[in-house]
């Protein structure tokens, strides 16, 4: 079992037995530590012979950005003047999407805490809005990111708002994000 070599990520795996009994099970911990940002996930290979023949798997990890979060609660004014301060067009992203899924309350906070966000309540003017806001923790440094969410029910469509300190982060995290709703 091989990681593919990515920079921004540092990977630590404990060894493994090489032979594998058919039908047994083994279990390998990956502790992963962000450096950087990044924008894709982490390739596994897996090579194995069976009947003889050399076989080779390549699965992408779940490992995204969002994975290292830190959420981060703060009050009205505080939120609206650090989103004021994060106002330069590189460190917004912004999509406008038709909804994939169910657009119930419940499943969507579920889902924005999920994210490794804080859900911050009573922030926004609009109540039917969503707020979160979060750090992402890397070796190198913090990428503060906020998020609004604006659902429009009758048109089963949202806005999605992200504004965070790196530009790079503000974009991948919108495209992952839509996704997700």
Not at 31 to 37: A, G, P, V, Y
Request: net charge neutral.
């Amino acid at each position: 079992m091989v990681l593919d070599k990515q920079p921004q990520l540092n990977v630590q795996t404990k060894a493994v037995e090489p032979l594998v009994e058919g039908g047994a099970q083994i279990q390998q911990v990956l502790n992963i530590e962000c450096l950087t940002d990044f924008s894709e996930a982490p390739l596994l290979n897996i090579k194995f012979r069976y009947g003889g023949a050399l076989q080779n798997l390549t699965l992408k990890l779940p490992v995204t950005i969002n994975k290292f979060f830190q959420p981060t609660e703060m009050a009205s004014h505080d939120f609206f003047q650090r989103w004021k301060q994060l106002s330069q067009p590189a460190q917004e992203a912004q999509k406008i999407f038709k909804a994939n899924h169910s657009m119930d309350t419940e499943v969507l906070k579920a889902k924005l805490l999920g994210l490794g966000t804080a859900l911050l309540d009573d922030v926004d003017p609009n109540p039917e809005n969503y707020v979160c806001a979060g750090v992402i923790q890397t070796k190198g440094q913090q990428v503060g990111c906020l998020l609004r969410l604006e659902p429009n029910a009758q048109a089963q469509m949202y806005r999605l708002t992200l504004r965070c300190s790196k530009d790079s982060v503000s974009k991948r995290l919108c495209e992952l994000l839509a996704e997700q709703f």
